[in-house]
């Protein structure tokens, strides 16, 4: 199916474990983007890749690892879950930065809990 | 750099009645606007952009917003109400030359009043 693909849907892991999101993509878009969203707080951006091999820090990078060794993949890991990384965790992708025709294209969401 | 400012974290209106989700932004360049509606459980989805051909734009499900760069304004409407149109809603604002992150405002909750 073309379009962009989150998974899991939920997530429970338990506090200092590693956990990862996958995240892929059909678009062959250039820039991935992951955020997490909060009550309060929107929609904050964690990293983003302009392409394969290429990531930058966002907002909140703080105890998350990306890669991206293929421009349709970019997997979020949490290193060492903490309570405070319970979320809902959205990947979005786009052919440019920041006008992309049709904007960002978001996944469905993988909603996260840390116990 | 570039902010948005989404006024009133929650809206309820009646079913029929006028929707006004207000956006006021602020950009160092001029801005590309964007509004995106999220359904429960679910991503976002674009529902219009201002991108500088027409003030006045029109998006999906009969919402519209206004460019007004005197007031530094992008607000979202819809004339009458559906129960469908229930959902969260984010303003994001971009930088024109495309070389900027899009900034996501706080968002607001629409609720329909049956």
């Known amino acids: 199916d073309a379009g962009i693909t989150q998974s899991p849907r939920y997530k429970i892991t338990e506090t200092g474990r590693q956990v990862t999101l996958m995240c892929h993509q059909t678009w062959s878009h250039s820039y991935m983007f992951w955020y997490r969203q909060d009550l309060g707080h929107g929609l904050r951006l964690i990293y983003y890749?302009?392409?394969?091999?290429?990531?930058d820090k966002g907002e909140v990078p703080d105890g998350y690892v990306v890669s991206r060794s293929k421009t349709e993949n970019f997997p979020l890991t949490l290193e060492s879950a903490t309570r405070s990384q319970t979320s809902v965790y959205f990947c979005?992708?786009?052919?440019?930065?920041?006008?992309?025709?049709?904007?960002?294209?978001f996944g469905s969401g993988t909603r996260l809990t840390v116990v | 750099a570039q902010s948005v400012t989404q006024l009133g974290s929650h809206v309820s209106v009646s079913e029929g009645a006028l929707v006004l989700l207000r956006c006021n932004y602020s950009?160092?360049?001029?801005?590309?606007l964007f509004w995106y509606v999220q359904y429960p459980n679910q991503g976002l989805q674009l529902l219009l952009k201002y991108t500088s051909a027409a003030t006045l734009v029109k998006g999906i499900n009969g919402f519209e917003a206004e460019f007004k760069k005197s007031e530094t304004s992008f607000h979202l409407t819809k004339p009458s109400a559906h129960m469908s149109d229930a959902a969260e809603y984010f303003c994001?604002?971009?930088?024109?030359?495309?070389?900027?992150?899009?900034?996501f405002g706080t968002g607001t909750r629409l609720t329909i009043i049956p």
């Open positions: 890749s302009a392409a394969a091999d290429i990531t």
């Open positions: 979005a992708s786009s052919e440019s930065l920041g006008q992309g025709y049709y904007g960002y294209t």
């Open positions: 994001a604002v971009s930088g024109y030359f495309g070389n900027e992150k899009l900034t």
């Open positions: 950009s160092s360049v001029p801005p590309y």
